[in-house]
């Protein structure tokens, strides 16, 4: 069963292996602090598989 919810913090370096693999490229960690800033303004909706 998914479950849509609203993503946080805790969730970003999921988005981020998840990017990573989709689209083959690879965030430094001043690139990952500029998007995590970002994100943190947005409002981020996941489906996690439970």
């Known amino acids: 069963m998914s479950v849509i919810r ?3 913090e805790e969730d970003y370096e ?3 292996r998840l990017a990573k693999y989709a689209f083959q490229y690879q965030l430094t960690e001043e690139q990952k602090q500029f998007r995590k800033q970002w994100m943190d303004k947005q409002d ?3 489906d996690k598989d439970c």
């Open 14 to 16: 999921d988005v981020f």
């Open 6 to 8: 609203l993503l946080t």
């Open 44 to 46: 981020i909706l996941g």
